[in-house]
């Protein structure tokens, strides 16, 4: 069981650009050895996969939705996850979550607060 805390969401209008950041809280050394994903949770929806990265961060898939504007990236010192998210669309309205992956879609952990995201149109 990783414990994750996810970050820097808010609200932005259509087209905006937003990165949103996850924190892992493992000990030194080993965030480095999982894989992650992202995910988000629209009201009333379930969970929907949108990106993985691999543990060495060398390769990435995105949801069809989010393909060519969004970007997962991640620091292994830091044990943070990162998500650039550009050309921001109200359906991309909803809570982000990250959660350490089966890959690239399976989530392996419970779920960590989130942050929401609000896109305005």
């Known amino acids: 069981q990783s414990q994750v805390l996810e970050s820097g969401g808010g609200t932005v209008p259509v087209g905006a650009s937003l990165t949103i950041s996850c924190v892992a809280s493992?000990?030194?050394?080993?965030?480095?050895?999982?894989?992650f994903g992202w995910f988000r949770q629209a009201p009333g929806k379930e969970h929907e996969w949108v990106a993985a990265?691999?543990?060495?961060?060398?390769?990435?898939l995105y949801a069809d939705s989010v393909q060519g504007r969004f970007n997962v990236s991640r620091d292994n010192i830091k044990n943070t996850m990162y998500l650039q998210m550009n050309g921001l669309l109200v359906e991309g309205t909803a809570v982000y979550y990250c959660?350490?992956?089966?890959?690239?879609?399976?989530?392996?952990?419970?779920w960590g607060p989130g942050t929401l995201v609000t896109v305005s149109s």
């Open positions: 959660n350490r992956v089966y890959w690239p879609r399976t989530p392996r952990d419970t």
């Open positions: 990265i691999l543990y060495d961060g060398k390769g990435a």
């Open positions: 493992v000990r030194t050394g080993t965030f480095g050895g999982w894989n």
